[in-house]
């Protein structure tokens, strides 16, 4: 057997016999554990082979109907849920340390041809771009209640423990759906929930549903959203990130969600594609800059010892040779640490705050930072 072939072998073997050990024995008392069971399926091995993810579905379905008695509404109506004005006395006066300039921004959505031909080589920001999509009217994932409206009960997802990946006591967990929604502030949220569930308390460390592709897990979402005809375009390798390749699955395109609380951080990395990334609820600072500073960045390379002051440096992960030590949205301009940084970075630097339903688009290789400044969802198209 090939290498390639036993690679491909596991996620299958894994898949089939999740299934079947979820089925074993099934009953009340056995149900829920049965539904995480095959939501790992999902989140772990994607289910893996012909017609698989549709049977996990299935499944899934049968038992929430069958053992905890959930129906599926179809005509059932969602409201948006009023926004709770918030504190814009910093936003309104928005800069960053880091940063110089602003993200280009485009007043209208460029064709194909001209996004093809002149758009992808620069970040922009589109406006509103999302304003019409259901996950921001009919469906709105700002909903604790649609959001476990479109899972039903019983589901878990995978989240990242800590705020920020480059802190030493960062881990991940699966936890349950609901509790993870409970933990959000979202404004519809005692609709749904039992304020006497443990759940309801606040958890010591921020939790961070993040690059998790919650739309295969929950398929529903996908009618919420409307993939932009730019990720078909098939994009030349830019050239100052010549190694690009586009995504090896059949679609050449990878789908993440982000949904986190204030304060989330996804600290400065490069990625190797193309993105699309849509803000749908609450607002996200945004800061970038080109491939052409990474000598700059203070990435952890494995190979330089640097004692920063800053707890957060996990000074010895290879892993991490994509992910900055700086801190760039730090409020303290230190020129002493990282000086190669403040010199030659921030100059060239660009930031911005999305809102809800704006598209900001990301050439590979591209430095970029997230920080949520409220609850927020987003979706990111790779390609």
Same mark, same amino acid.
């Given at each position: /057997? ?25 009953? &009340? ?69 880091? #940063? ?30 999302? &304003? ?32 920020? @990946? ?16 409970? $933990? ?7 609709? %749904?929930?039992?304020?006497? #569930? ?31 005809? @730019? ?12 190694? !690009? ?18 304060? $989330?951080? #996804? ?5 190797? !594609? ?10 996200? %600072? ?5 491939? &052409? ?12 010892? !640097? ?12 892993? /991490? #040779?994509? %992910? ?6 730090? %409020? ?37 930072? /997230? ?9 990111? /198209?790779?390609?």
């Amino acid at each position: /057997m090939s290498h390639g072939a036993s690679g491909s072998c596991w996620p299958r073997l894994y898949t089939d016999a999740s299934i079947i050990r979820s089925l074993a024995s099934l009953n &009340s008392s056995s149900s829920r554990a049965a539904i995480a069971q095959l939501d790992r399926v999902i989140i772990i091995a994607g289910a893996a082979g012909e017609g698989r993810l549709d049977l996990v579905h299935t499944l899934i379905r049968r038992i929430q109907t069958e053992f905890l008695s959930n129906t599926v509404d179809s005509t059932r109506r969602f409201s948006k849920p009023e926004v709770t004005a918030s504190d814009d006395s910093n936003l309104s006066i928005f800069s960053l340390k880091t #940063s110089l300039h602003g993200i280009p921004v485009l007043d209208s959505p460029p064709s194909f041809t001209t996004f093809h031909t002149t758009h992808n080589r620069h970040p922009f920001v589109l406006p509103k771009y999302a &304003s019409s999509w259901p996950a921001i009217n009919e469906h709105p994932w700002s909903s604790a209640a649609y959001l476990r409206f479109v899972a039903g009960p019983a589901r878990i997802v995978p989240v990242e423990v800590g705020a920020d @990946y480059r802190a030493d006591d960062w881990t991940q967990q699966f936890i349950d759906w609901d509790e993870f929604l409970s $933990t959000l502030g979202l404004d519809d949220i005692d609709l %749904t929930a039992d304020l006497a #569930s443990p759940s309801k308390i606040k958890p010591k460390k921020v939790l961070y549903l993040a690059q998790h592709n919650l739309i295969r897990q929950f398929p529903d979402l996908n009618r919420d959203i409307v993939i932009p005809d @730019y990720v078909y375009t098939c994009p030349q390798p830019p050239l100052d990130y010549p190694q !690009y390749k586009p995504p090896g699955n059949d679609e050449q395109l990878v789908i993440n969600t982000w949904l986190g609380p204030l304060g $989330t951080i #996804s600290p400065a990395h490069t990625d190797p !594609y193309f993105n699309l990334y849509v803000q749908i609820v609450g607002r996200k %600072t945004v800061w970038l800059a080109p491939p &052409s500073v990474n000598r700059f960045m203070y990435a952890f390379d494995g190979d330089e010892v !640097y004692e920063s002051p800053n707890p957060a440096s996990n000074k010895d992960n290879p892993s /991490m #040779s994509n %992910t900055s030590r700086v801190d760039v949205f730090t %409020t303290m301009k230190d020129e002493g640490l990282f000086p190669d940084f403040w010199s030659n970075v921030v100059p060239q630097a660009i930031s911005t705050i999305l809102e809800p339903g704006d598209m900001l688009f990301i050439p590979p290789g591209w430095w970029h930072a /997230m920080r949520s400044e409220e609850t927020s969802f987003s979706v990111s /198209m790779w390609f």
